[in-house]
């Protein structure tokens, strides 16, 4: 599986960013699938998540994000607003089985991380 995130950049607090996370090898309809990020110093964490239950938030990413997919296009969208300095991260999609991990902090066990997309937030 390749799941190749981007649409990261650099915004200034209180502005707005879309990712997209393409997958090539899994068909994302089929797939609970989550958003993930890492800040310099930090673990990875989980931000959001979509699956056949709808979509799940972390509490930091709660009506501020929004996430969607399109089976069409075979990716994953995050909609992100309102953003702060605490954004600040590379954004990464992965396969989160029945969005446990955001849903009761199961441990992240996908490995098949793409290279991710940078988000910087300016204050």
């Known amino acids: 599986v390749q799941l190749q995130a981007s649409g990261g950049g650099l915004v200034q607090a209180g502005g707005s960013l879309r990712l997209s996370c393409a997958a090539s090898?899994?068909?994302?309809?089929?797939?609970?699938m989550g958003w993930f990020r890492q800040a310099p110093g930090k673990e990875r964490e989980p931000v959001s998540c979509?699956?056949?239950?709808?979509?799940f938030y972390s509490d930091s990413a709660k009506g501020r994000f929004t996430v969607s997919k399109s089976n069409a296009q075979n990716t994953v969208y995050l909609q992100m607003d309102s953003l702060t300095s605490e954004d600040t991260a590379v954004y990464y999609c992965?396969?989160?089985?029945?969005?446990?991990?955001?849903?009761?902090?199961?441990?992240?066990?996908?490995?098949?991380w793409g290279q991710g997309t940078l988000v910087t937030v300016s204050s």
């Open positions: 090898g899994r068909t994302v309809s089929r797939y609970a």
């Open positions: 979509i699956s056949m239950d709808g979509p």
């Open positions: 992965g396969t989160d089985l029945d969005c446990l991990v955001i849903r009761v902090g199961a441990p992240i066990t996908f490995d098949s």
